[in-house]
């Protein structure tokens, strides 16, 4: 088919909308195919991806995957970093990875690319890829930029903190301890519904409420091990 002539500078770049996120927009992978990070060294899940929400619902759905399955070669391209930049132009608050992760080091060098090149956006960028070595200092690099929030993912979903993160997230049933931001969106309806705390580097842990029933299965199991 022949391309008309406004096409040629059109973005492909592939951004999705979480319904959770007030509109906020995002880029995202498939999950689990690229996240490294969710393996345990005995080969199993690690607890806190066991009853990922990215693998089920409507995250099963061809249209949903689709986008994911294209942002995996599409982040390649030459073009990308400049395509992502003029995407989000109107942007000022942005999600990485609703679902997936930043599985390959010039991913990572990419999304820093983008990073600093928006200022005038707020990114924030939720991973287990801090457990590899060779990604901590492009993790470094992104924490310094001051429109920035790496938040490293524990495992655990009995609220176990990552100790040595600037800014990270846990899960549990309830959380008692003051100093964890505890996520609200369940209160409202599913949606952030205008909390920002993800993306505010003053905030250095957020608590996850454990929700579903894969999720509830874990935490049982977890109990009785
Ligand atoms: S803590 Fe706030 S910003 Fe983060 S997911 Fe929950 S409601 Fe949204």
Request: positive net charge.
């Amino acid at each position: 088919m022949a391309m008309q002539s406004n096409d040629y500078n059109k973005p492909q770049v592939k951004l999705s909308v979480t319904s959770k996120l007030d509109g906020i927009r995002s880029w995202s992978l498939q999950a689990l195919d690229t996240c490294p990070g969710s393996i345990a060294p005995n080969g199993e899940l690690v607890d806190a991806c066991k009853g990922c929400y990215a693998t089920q619902g409507n995250y099963r759905y061809p249209n949903v995957k689709a986008p994911r399955l294209f942002n995996r070669e599409d982040w390649q391209r030459d073009d990308w970093v400049f395509e992502m930049v003029q995407s989000l132009d109107n942007d000022r608050y942005f999600r990485w990875f609703d679902s997936g992760d930043m599985y390959a080091l010039e991913l990572a060098r990419k999304i820093y690319m983008v990073m600093q090149a928006t200022p005038h956006v707020k990114h924030w960028l939720p991973t287990r890829m801090h457990k590899f070595p060779k990604f901590q200092a492009i993790i470094e690099l992104m924490r310094d930029l001051p429109n920035v929030v790496v938040r490293a993912s524990s495992d655990s979903v009995t609220g176990d903190v990552l100790a040595d993160q600037s800014h990270s997230s846990t899960i549990a049933s309830s959380f008692d301890d003051p100093s964890i931001i505890v996520c609200k969106a369940y209160e409202h309806g599913g949606k952030c519904s205008g909390c920002r705390a993800c993306w505010d580097q003053s905030v250095p842990v957020i608590g996850y409420v454990a929700h579903g029933k894969s999720m509830a299965k874990v935490i049982k199991l977890k109990a009785i091990a």
